[in-house]
């Protein structure tokens, strides 16, 4: 069974940064395609960021480019979210997901962890 | 960026009811539509992808259709489980962009 465990959230002041952690379990992680996404509160659903299974090619959402950093260590089956600068509006509930995709993003997310909460206040 | 407009933003049923959802891109997408279903405080489920292929597991009361910048969520027989909101999200091109939701309720 797939699992996604998300950890890392917590409360910051803007212009603080913090680094979210994704422990994944129950699949092949070295060929998978990982993404973050995020959901304020009461509000839809973002896409974040994307990184292939190598780590050889991410992407991000223009609304992080240059804050945030997705990376994965693949010898330890961990996704991370490195987020630099924070502000108000990244205040949201930040889900790992696993792409249905094998190596490259495709786009289809089909397993979710069960999200971390980040504050961005003062 | 390609834009997701679903409606309507909600929708009242009772159980037994069939429900549709529709929801537009901005552009031409081909099949590279899906969508998910958000319960309260839980994480979204996917339940449809390539617009009409349903996710291993998902009950065969969930239907997907169309193609290109239009396309349907269906959800026949309403079951009490089904009361959630459900997102759509275009998977043909970076960045991916969702829907602004669909809340089915009582």
């Known amino acids: 069974e797939v699992h996604l465990l998300e950890s890392g959230g917590g409360l910051v002041q803007p212009g603080g940064s913090l680094r979210l952690s994704c422990e994944a379990s129950?699949?092949?992680?070295?060929?998978?395609?990982m993404i973050w996404v995020r959901q304020a509160p009461g509000k839809g659903l973002e896409w974040v960021s994307a990184i292939s299974h190598s780590g050889g090619s991410t992407y991000s959402a223009d609304s992080v480019r240059g804050r945030f950093t997705i990376s994965r260590d693949n010898s330890k089956n961990t996704l991370y979210l490195q987020m630099n600068n924070l502000r108000a509006e990244d205040t949201a509930v930040y889900y790992c997901?696993?792409?249905?995709?094998?190596?490259?993003?495709?786009?289809?997310?089909?397993?979710w962890g069960q999200g971390t909460l980040v504050t961005v206040s003062s | 960026d390609i834009q997701m407009t679903q409606s309507p933003s909600s929708v009242s049923a009772s159980v037994g009811d069939t429900v549709t959802i529709t929801c537009r891109a901005s552009?031409?997408?081909?099949?590279?539509l899906v969508w998910y279903q958000q319960k309260p405080v839980k994480a979204p489920k996917l339940l449809i992808y390539t617009s009409s292929t349903l996710q291993t597991g998902v009950p065969s009361r969930f239907s997907g259709g169309g193609s290109g910048t239009e396309f349907t969520l269906t959800i026949s027989s309403l079951q009490p489980e089904d009361f959630a909101t459900y997102y759509c999200?275009?998977?043909?091109?970076?960045?991916?962009?969702f829907g602004q939701g669909t809340k089915v309720e009582i």
């Open positions: 129950g699949f092949t992680f070295i060929t998978s395609a």
């Open positions: 997901a696993k792409d249905l995709r094998q190596y490259d993003s495709g786009g289809i997310f089909d397993s």
């Open positions: 552009q031409d997408i081909s099949k590279w």
């Open positions: 999200q275009q998977a043909n091109s970076f960045p991916y962009t």
